[in-house]
């Protein structure tokens, strides 16, 4: 049995979620215990729960310690064959963090999976928003040779949630390795500035405005695609994400998410910023893809590498645990001003 201390690193949800997903791929029972312990509010919240939950569905595990708030879990799986679940988290719980629980387990299974995500957050703070994960994370995994598609039914945000999409994944029968040496040129750059019930306040448009004159005055054009969504009359909000590849086929991204009281021009400038700071510093992946394509490095077949800017605490949490649960090494070095990741196992 697997016994993995969720205290140790980042102490918080992301060991949660890489156990899980490792254990139903590996088909090993698993016992974590301290969980989410150095979080203000130790323990499983909804969105955790729902995560594990979908993920024993799609493996058909035994799950015990499965309560709000519970510390302690243990997660029992065999063969990933269900091939449609539904998950629903009931507050404005992340929809990305649940995805980043299953995605991994959805490329081994037997059958194409269908996941359908209702009342969440899809945009919501602590979490990359979902355009992030459709027009970055998911992009990544299809050069590494696993397909699938994200559908955004209702956009939802903090305090309410009330989002809903659907996940399609086609397994792969074996993941492609990255070999991301090298920044290259950067090709030409994109975004998509969303906003739910605010469009008479133009807070869509304002954001793209914003983060395409602060990208401009720094040599980078931007198309920014503006969408005044009415998807979820229930709950308005706003985010804004940018991103773009190269001629060496690096990837970065940058984002934001509106806030109360901040203006929409702010939350424009701060996704153009944290992307101009990928893009400046050269890094083939950024700082936020780094640690979710842990998993799919370690399980791909032959060696895979990357340069990033920083070694983050979820980045150093999914190395620790990859090599924890899986035959594989991993080796951290510092290129130029730039931080290293190699695999280097099977």
């Keep these: ?14 060991i949660l979620r890489l156990s899980i997903a490792l254990a139903a791929i590996t088909q090993q029972p698993l016992h974590i215990y301290n969980i ?11 969105q955790h729960l729902e ?16 309560t709000l ?59 990359p928003p979902v355009n992030y ?14 397909e699938t598609s994200l559908v955004i039914h209702k956009y939802g945000y903090y305090p309410k949630g009330m989002g809903a999409v659907t996940l399609q994944a086609q397994p792969c029968l074996k993941l492609r390795p990255l070999q991301l040496e090298e920044f290259g040129t950067m090709k030409e750059s994109h975004g998509v500035s969303v906003c739910t019930f605010l469009a008479d306040r133009r807070v869509a448009e304002r954001q793209a405005t914003s983060a395409s004159k602060y990208l401009a005055a720094r040599g980078i ?30 990837l970065i991204g940058g984002d934001a998410i509106g806030e109360l009281r901040k203006p929409s021009e702010t939350v424009g400038k701060q996704a153009a910023a944290d992307f101009f700071m990928e893009a400046d510093s050269k890094a083939t992946v950024d700082s936020h893809l780094a640690d979710m394509l842990i998993p799919y490095m370690a399980l791909a077949d032959g060696p895979s590498s990357f340069l990033t800017r920083s070694l983050t605490a979820h980045l150093d ?14 080796r951290v070095s510092r290129s130029r001003n730039l931080i290293r990741v190699e695999k280097s196992g099977p």
């Design 317 to 330: 949490s999914n190395l620790w645990l990859a090599q924890e649960i899986l035959d594989v090494r991993f």
């Design 69 to 127: 708030g519970s510390r302690e879990l243990w997660f029992k799986p065999q063969e990933i064959r269900s091939d449609r679940v539904k998950a629903e988290i009931g507050t404005a719980g992340s929809i990305p963090m649940l995805l980043l629980t299953i995605l991994p387990i959805c490329a081994f299974a037997r059958h194409p999976v269908r996941v359908d995500v209702v009342h969440g957050g899809t945009d919501v703070p602590h979490s």
């Design 1 to 14: 049995m697997l016994e993995i201390d969720g205290s140790v690193r980042s102490g918080s949800g992301t």
């Design 133 to 146: 994960l459709r027009y970055v994370l998911l992009e990544m995994l299809r050069r590494m040779n696993f």
């Design 221 to 250: 054009e931007t198309s920014i695609e503006v969408i005044n969504d009415q998807s979820n009359p229930d709950q308005r909000g706003s985010s804004i994400v940018l991103w773009a590849d190269s001629t060496a086929d690096a």
């Design 51 to 66: 995560a594990v939950r979908t993920a024993a569905e799609l493996c058909e595990a035994e799950c015990t310690g499965l």
């Design 36 to 46: 989410r312990w150095r979080r203000r509010q130790p323990g499983l919240r909804p």
